[in-house]
């Protein structure tokens, strides 16, 4: 296949030219793979030649590509042949990372002499992701609440007296103004290590308190506004899933214009919309915004704005956790009287100027934004639309919330992801149960084959994996424990995943539905083993994970992020367990009420909501086992169901090829030979 050129855009809106005819994909995918030291692929070409056909049809693709297919080259290299703006959206910092530190200098270095250009690239986030320069040199607007103080000011005031700051608080505060004098990019995960969500919450503003660059003292300096400049320049842009929601979601474009979209890790992207298009009301937040606004608008509406408050902080005082399938009459009042106080403060906040406050432009800008935030939840919610699932939450620290969802996201998408341009979502699990209409359902897509005039023509692509799943790992299902139950520990799965561990020599990453189940599981093993047990929480993450791979004797228990967050190839990871399939919890508002809507629209609730949920949490969590070519172990899950349910058939199809066994004797001998083996290795 050749690579040939798009049509050139306009100069306002790209910087790319057009391409040299007659290269082949191939010539160029071999430069790259060079380039980063690796070795081509079967599935990598296929992938490539794929995305190169997609994007000159004009058409959209799901590729699965499994671990140690080289699936970033597999789409940049016929990306940047093709010689349009792309948008590389990822989930996580980890690709982010390598993409723009070794994969794309890499890959455009070695294609430079074949497409003879250079293409320029850069990565984009949303603007809280980057250090505020006026709340780091002129501080935090401060609130009329007694007590407070400016935490700059006590940083600095410990740092001259002996000692310095003693507070966790205090040291990344400082840290953070030693940072910014040095850093290029102001860029939150360029800090390293990094500071507490409060710390960097006194450095940087949302989209909504921003001045912008034409009213801020400092708009000329701006990291934000640089990286947006330097996007606007490129030919590749990295950015998130999240940011990436936000410019479908609210109309108004974050993004440079672009012709192809490549989503990676798109097993997350429903869940990352979900969670930008969701709102939420608490009490301390709304009280957050009375003292915000109280100082600078007339006394009148300050009250009006202050009963409103109190009468939704007594109501949330009873809210009990679940679904609200009808707004109660008492809350409908409370959020009609919270969402029109609201709108009068915004108009006094944009007919009123008090030059006693200093810095005021920052001050209201801040009171702006929260009680936007405020309006618009509140009119949402009071609107009731059937699209949206209202539910209230309790946590036992942060106390009651009241929170707002859409029933799906799959319209949404289907809408803004995938017109006018070329879309390729890829990832090493899309392929639930056989197929991808599951994963293209969620996205707003018509079964493969079935696309029409208000669904767009997508194909499914599965690459496979180099790796010899069947003869490099085996997958044990407890089919002789007990069921789980809602509750409480179950004796007979701790002494099965004791013996395990033990035949494993240690090297057994735990991945668990709750934290509970982890912690009880660690407390058990630490009391009967002599191998060193991990626990998630009791180190950061990345302090856990290099002990782990460092020391092949540890255990790494946890939850949901060890599930998809893992990397540890070789001997150190030889067993990974599952204790249940990680079902979402029945009671789950939004999860229920999805299933619902399925069912009601003659489908399976159960199947294309729980089943799928659980199925890609599996296929990623078997998937920390082999890393590697040489990787060999067990993939244990304790849990009958997955033998002998229904749905266990569909599960399992989800997850890699192992080879696939209920003989509980088999599986320790397995484990067992495989710790001789890596043992004698050692030696």
Known sequence: ????????????????????????????????????????????????????????????????????????????????????????????????????????PRTVEALHPLLRRRPEFATLKGRSNYVCLHRLREGVPQEDEEGLFDP????????????????RLGKDLLRLRDWADETQTGDRDDLTPGVSDRAWSQVSVSSRECLGASKCAYGA???????????????????????????????????????????????????????????????????????????????KIADQLQTAAETFERLMELALPGRLEKIPDDLGYALMALRDAARAVITALGNTRDASLADEDVVRKQALASIETIQDVAERITQGSEY????????????????????????????????????????????????????????????????????????????????????QGILYVAQHLSPPGREGSRADMLDELAELVEAAGGRTLGLFSSMRGAQAAAEE?????????????????????????????????????????????????????????????????????????????????FMAVAATHAALLMAQGAGRLVRATGDRGVVAVLDPRLAKARYGAFLRASMPGFWYTTDRNQARRSLAAIDAAARATAS
């Open 152 to 167: 700059f000011e006590a940083a600095q005031a410990a740092q001259q007296a002996v000692g310095g700051p003693s507070s």
């Open 388 to 471: 949206d699932v209202v539910w209230f939450e309790r946590h036992d620290r942060y106390g009651a919330s009241l929170r707002v969802a859409p029933l799906s996201v799959s319209g949404l998408l289907r809408e803004k992801l995938f017109a006018e341009r070329s879309v390729v979502l890829t990832s090493a699990t899309l392929k639930l149960g056989g197929d991808f209409n599951g994963v293209g359902a969620s996205l707003g897509l018509a079964p493969e084959g079935e696309h029409g005039e208000d669904f767009p023509e997508w194909k499914g692509l599965d690459v496979g994996s180099p790796f010899d799943y069947r003869k």
């Open 525 to 605: 093993l630490r009391g009967r083993l002599d191998l060193p047990i991990l626990l998630q929480g009791e180190e950061t993450l990345g302090e856990l994970i290099r002990t782990f791979a460092e020391d092949t004797r540890t255990c790494l228990f946890g939850t949901l992020s060890l599930w998809q967050g893992v990397d540890v190839p070789g001997p150190s990871c030889q067993l990974v367990v599952m204790d249940r399939i990680p079902f979402p919890r029945p009671d789950d508002p939004l999860v229920s009420a999805r299933q619902k809507a399925v069912e009601e629209a003659g489908g399976n609730g």
């Open 221 to 299: 300096e701006c990291f934000a506004e640089a990286a947006r400049e330097r996007a606007k320049l490129a030919e590749v842009i990295v950015t998130n899933h999240a940011l990436l929601a936000i410019d479908a979601i609210e109309g108004a474009p974050v993004l440079p214009g672009h012709d192809v979209l490549i989503v990676d890790e798109a097993h997350e992207l429903v869940s990352r919309v979900t969670g930008v298009a969701t709102g939420e009301l608490t009490p301390g937040s709304v009280s957050r915004a009375v003292r915000r606004a109280a100082r600078l608008i007339d006394e």
């Open 1 to 104: 296949m050749t690579v040939t050129s798009g049509e050139p855009s306009a100069p306002t809106e790209s910087p790319v030219s057009e391409e040299p005819t007659g290269l082949a994909l191939t010539d160029l995918l071999h430069a790259a793979v060079a380039a980063v030291g690796g070795a081509e692929r079967p599935g990598q070409v296929a992938m490539a030649q794929a995305v190169a056909e997609a994007i000159e049809d004009d058409t959209h693709l799901l590729v699965q590509a499994g671990t140690g297919t080289g699936k970033s080259l597999g789409y940049l290299v016929p990306a940047v042949a093709g010689g349009d703006r792309v948008v590389v959206a990822t989930a996580t910092l980890a690709l982010q990372r390598q993409l723009i530190e070794r994969d794309l």
